[in-house]
């Protein structure tokens, strides 16, 4: 993958993320309020994603 496709799907999540927790204070629903968080920790671990390698033995 490359770092522009990356970076525009980081952008998508934190996007997606702030819009699903304001849309959840404005109307009350706490499923909104999940989603966000659910879509805050993807772009969290997505960001804090790294490759192992291999070991070769």
């Known amino acids: 993958m490359n770092t522009i496709t ?3 799907i980081l952008l998508a999540l934190i996007f997606t993320a702030i819009s699903f927790y ?3 204070n404005s109307t009350g629903m706490f ?3 999940i989603l966000g968080f659910l879509f805050e920790a993807a772009f969290w671990l997505k ?10 033995t």
Request: glycine residues 6%.
């Open 6 to 8: 990356k970076w525009l």
């Open 47 to 56: 960001l804090i994603n790294r490759k192992k390698k291999r070991s070769s």
């Open 22 to 24: 304001s849309y959840g």
């Open 31 to 33: 499923i909104f309020i």
